[in-house]
Structure formats: C-alpha cells, structure tokens
C-alpha cells in the first residue's frame, strides 16, 4: 500500500514539474514571438525610411558619381527588394546618360583616345582579361598603365560613373559595366537581378557578334541563347528594360542558330553543316532545352533534311538560303512577342 502511495506522489510531482516547464517554455515562445514582432516591425520602420532617404536624394539630381556613391555606401543597410530597387535606379540613370558620354569621347579634343587605347591594349598584351573592353578589373589596369593625364581625367570621370568601354568596328564606345555592378552590389541583390547582370557581363565581356559575324563558338552560342530564354521563362513579371535588354540577347543568339553561313564557319565549303554546328543543332533536337531555340532549329533542320545532299546552296547563289533563313527567324521573332510579350 505505501508503494502505490509513493508511486502516487511521485507521479503527481513529475506532472507538476511536466506542466511548470510547459508554460515556462509558452512564455518564453510567446515573449520571443512579441520580440520577433517588434523586430520586423523596427526593420520595416528602417527600411521605409531608407527608401524615402534614397528616394529624395536621388531627386536631388547629384549626378550618376554621387548616386553610386549612395547605393555603396547603404545598400547593406537594404533589404533585398530595396537594394534591387536602388540598383534598378542606377541602372536606368546610366542608360539614360551613357549618350552623353559617348558624345564625350568623340569631341575632337578626344578623338586621339581610340588609338591610344588601341596601342595601350597591344602593347600590354596578356595583361588584360579581355582584348574588346575595359571592364572590371581592367579599368583600374588601364588607368595605372596610361600616362597621358588629359585622357587619364576623363577616363577617371567615365570609370567613376560605372561605365567601362567597349570596342567596335575601331572605335571604343563609354557601356555600362555590369561586371563591375556584379561586383559591388552581387550580394545584396534578388537572383532574379543577379542573372540579369551576369547574362549582360558576359555578353559584354564576350560579345555574341562583330558586326555581323559570329564572334562565339557554337557551343557557347547555345548556351547563351538557351540562358536567356530561361530567364524570360523564370521572370514572366520582370520590368520592361530588362526584358528588352535579355531580349537582345536572345534575339542576336537565334538569328545565327537560324541561319549558318559560311562567314560564320557554320557552313563547310561544299556548304553544308560544319560538325561544330551540327553537334549543337543534333544536342538541342534531343534535350529540346527551351521553346525558341527548339522550335527555331527543329524548323531548320526540317528544311535542311529536305535539301538535296543537305546542301545549302552554293558560292553564287545563297538568295534561296538567305529567305528560308528569314523566314525562319522572323517566324521566331513572332514566337518571342507571343510567348515573353513585353509588359
């Protein structure tokens, strides 16, 4: 009898003890809840008045220098969706004034910088990362490199505003540096942002053509054109600068995956489908990576089983392949405007 009595009393106090660190662990759920709250709402309370800060100063017009300034300086106080936001408004001031520094480096005082950054590029060669732009790290190269102080200021003023150079057809053109964007605001940004400048560097480090040629390998071609497709899949909602600027580059990508010519070394001498091209053409028929490029080549390859040999015209007669061609990338332009409409 005392043993179930003891038994009793032991269980009573072990419930005791059971409910006593119950409610102990409630109140301390419910206090770090109250303090989870309050800390939310103190962070949204920071980030509103970081915004309206940024917002205001930003009307002020200080200039795209003192606005890169502003978003380096804060932008790791922001939260995602504000520094996205910061970087947006960067972005679009650097469109918007990129004209007016191009009409910089062609005043005739200035004229003599092409020639300049020419030979600098040649003299150093193997120094640079990349033989057709300044961007990035290469910007701070050139500028310890070069010993004419005129092009020096103005180089410094170009660089400070987030702008890099670019070379076409023999002349260097002032093209926002994503790369150097990626740089300084990667870590803070949406992946949604992120790609966006990472499909743009890459673009602008390695461009898809020159003039009209083809300036990369089929493979990466695919890549490229496959990439930002899937962007335009995974950001139906993006605003319409970057589905015009993704755009491009999809656009560019299918106007060679749709027609391989000769001068692009897609096409042999006896004009039929070289084995670099064939082999990303045959890869994109199997794995069907995304509906443009698939649909694109799947047309072509259609038309080039119907030629005779699979020959794609000849040395003095290519007009039937340059429409079958057109016809075949105007038909994808469609597909894109129906697909990725621009919002």
């Known amino acids: 009898m005392k043993f179930y009595l003891k038994l009793i009393v032991v269980i009573a106090v072990l419930i005791l003890v059971t409910g006593c660190t119950q409610a102990s662990v ?9 303090e989870d709250v ?17 917002l205001d100063y930003v009307k002020s017009s200080p200039g795209l220098v003192n606005v890169r300034a502003y978003v380096l300086e804060h932008i790791m106080e922001a939260d995602t969706e504000l520094a996205d936001d910061m970087v947006y408004e960067l972005i679009a001031h650097a469109k918007f004034d990129v004209y007016e520094e191009i009409d910089v480096v062609f005043l005739e005082e200035n004229i003599g910088l092409h020639n300049y950054l020419y030979n600098i590029e040649k003299q150093h060669e193997g120094e640079f990362e990349l033989t057709t732009a300044f961007i990035g790290s290469d910007k701070t190269l050139l500028l310890e490199i070069s010993e004419n ?53 890459d673009d602008l480090a390695k461009p898809t053509l020159t003039g009209d040629y083809l300036a990369i390998s089929p493979d990466e ?23 015009q600027d993704i755009g491009q580059v999809l656009v560019a990508c299918i106007w060679k995956l749709s027609g391989p010519t000769p001068f692009d070394g897609m096409l042999t001498e006896r004009y039929k489908l070289s084995k670099d091209i064939s082999k990303v053409y045959k890869t994109i028929l199997k794995d069907e990576p995304s509906p443009i490029v698939t649909s694109t080549v799947k047309e072509l390859m259609t038309w080039v089983d119907e030629q005779e040999g699979q020959v794609l015209g000849s040395e003095n007669d290519l007009n039937a392949t340059f429409e079958k061609y057109n016809e075949i990338f105007s038909s994808a332009l469609e597909q894109m405007d129906e697909l990725y409409p621009m919002k």
């Open 149 to 201: 102080e005129a092009y020096n200021i103005l180089l410094s003023d170009l660089f400070g505003q987030g702008y890099g150079l670019i070379l076409s057809e023999g002349a260097y053109y002032p093209t926002i540096d994503y790369n150097t964007m990626l740089t300084d605001y990667g870590v803070y940004i949406s992946p949604m942002l992120y790609e966006y400048l990472s499909i743009l560097s």
């Open 26 to 34: 409630d109140e301390k759920e419910e206090t770090k809840i109250i």
């Open 221 to 243: 071609l695919m890549n490229r054109a496959v990439r930002a497709e899937q962007f335009l899949i995974d950001y139906p909602d993006m605003i319409k600068q970057f589905r």
């Open 38 to 54: 309050i800390n939310q709402e103190e962070a949204t309370e920071a980030q509103i008045e970081l915004r309206e800060s940024f």
